[in-house]
């Protein structure tokens, strides 16, 4: 079966994947998950959350610097899951 | 401390912001008026924005304005803009003169203004920015004038913003990357009302899901004057606490502190210290009080080496 790439940036609480999720932003959802990942609230309530859930992760943050501290959301982590082709 | 209740000076009618409003708008970037503008006076407007919607699009691709009126230029006195028209009946209003006032003071000046219309079903979604896209770290700031001449029903897709983020030093093009931050909100609302931005307020518009267009009218305007003791202070002197409030030591509840100290879901504990010191260095501004202070953030950074009190620590 054909499969694309499903990639999920989540920007946590802190450096640490088990922290809560702040932000959010997903490119190649299916089309019947698209709305779980452009709701109100996060699709998970924790980086850790989403690995249970099948995520590959990608790339996480390295140490965030003071001077950045006030400025945009540091602690980014970039998932992917392959999905189906419908 | 002397009581200062300057506000209103020259205009006596404006009704201006209040302590409370002021800290609020310090913490969270925005403050939202709901339906302050008459009925009558919003289906004026709504029938006077496709002629002015006409003429910015006409001014942006080089044309000359529909109608022959030339607009008018930044740096127009607020009180001077669109006179004649619907418009200027609604930045005419108390209530509008006096949010005005308060926040970029008296003779405040045009930026520039834009009509934003989304046709009903329209997809169209804008990225989540700030409108400082070159700026400086000075604490003076621009003010951005939300006015919803229609209703905006609830999940209607009216104005993204995330509150309390109009202080973070960022770009565009970074914010553009967060397609959602957990307690933002999205504009719903009565018509007549009117949502006042810090320039720095990440914001979007979004996409109209409803059955009807939607229209905005945005106006950004300048201070012409430095932005301290603007609003009502008649209850500044019980307010404004002195730099020893500390919500670990002693706290009073009732101070601006404690609403500079509120924090927003997308925080985290350390980010909303970091946030908390620029709430301290905008209201510093804001009371031309160079020594307030909320928890000893911006004392202890304002004597390095020295806070170690009167017995050597």
């Known amino acids: 079966m054909a499969e694309r790439q499903h990639v999920l940036h989540l920007w946590l609480a802190a450096a640490a994947l088990d922290t809560d999720v702040k932000a959010w ?13 452009d ?48 | 401390m002397a009581s200062l209740h300057d506000g ?40 006077e924005l496709p002629s002015l919607l006409a003429e910015k699009l006409a001014v942006l691709q080089g044309q000359p304005p529909p109608g022959g009126v030339p607009p008018p230029a930044t740096g127009t006195p607020f009180d001077e803009l669109r006179c004649g028209t619907a418009i200027a009946e609604v930045l005419a209003l108390p209530r509008v003169r006096g949010i005005v006032h308060s926040l970029v003071g008296p003779g405040a000046r045009y930026d520039h203004d ?23 770290a000075d604490p003076a700031f621009d003010v951005q004038l939300f006015y919803y001449p229609h209703e905006v029903a609830a999940g209607g897709g009216g104005t993204r913003y995330v509150p309390g983020t109009h202080l973070r030093r960022v770009t565009s093009t970074t914010t553009a990357r967060y397609q959602h931050v957990v307690g933002e909100c999205f504009h719903a609302g009565p018509a007549g009302t009117i ?22 009218y945005k106006l950004r305007l300048n201070p012409a004057v430095p932005q301290v003791r603007l609003w009502d202070t008649s209850d500044l002197d019980r307010r404004h ?4 409030d500390h919500v670990f030591a002693a706290a009073d509840p009732s101070s601006v502190a404690a609403i500079l100290r509120r924090t927003h879901r997308w925080q985290s504990t350390d980010a909303s210290r970091y946030d908390l010191v620029e709430r301290i ?5 804001l009371t031309g009080d160079p020594g307030y202070d909320v928890d000893r953030y911006l004392t202890r950074l304002d004597r390095p080496g020295i806070d170690l009190g009167a017995d050597g620590g």
């Open chain 1, 39 to 86: 709701g109100p609230e996060p699709p998970y309530r924790t980086g850790v959350d989403a690995l249970a859930d099948g995520w590959s992760l990608l790339q996480a943050p390295g140490p965030i610097g003071i001077d950045a501290a006030n400025g945009e959301l540091g602690c980014e982590f970039v998932f992917e899951r392959n999905e189906p082709i419908e």
């Open chain 2, 281 to 285: 260095r905008l209201w510093r501004h």
């Open chain 2, 8 to 47: 209103g000076v020259g205009d006596p009618d404006a009704i201006l912001l209040t302590t409370n409003e002021m800290a609020t708008f310090v913490a969270d970037g925005v403050l939202v008026f709901p339906a302050v503008v008459p009925d009558a006076l919003n289906r004026l407007v709504l029938a």
């Open chain 2, 195 to 216: 949502a006042v931005f810090h320039h720095g307020l990440w914001h979007a518009g979004h996409d109209n899901p409803g059955p009807v267009d939607r229209w905005l």
């Open chain 2, 114 to 136: 834009f009509v934003h219309h989304l046709r009903a079903g329209h997809p169209n979604r804008q990225h989540l920015h700030p409108d400082a896209i070159v700026d400086s």
């Open chain 2, 241 to 244: 606490n002195p730099p020893t």
């Open chain 1, 25 to 37: 932003a997903s490119h190649g959802a299916p089309p019947g998950e698209a709305r779980r990942f």
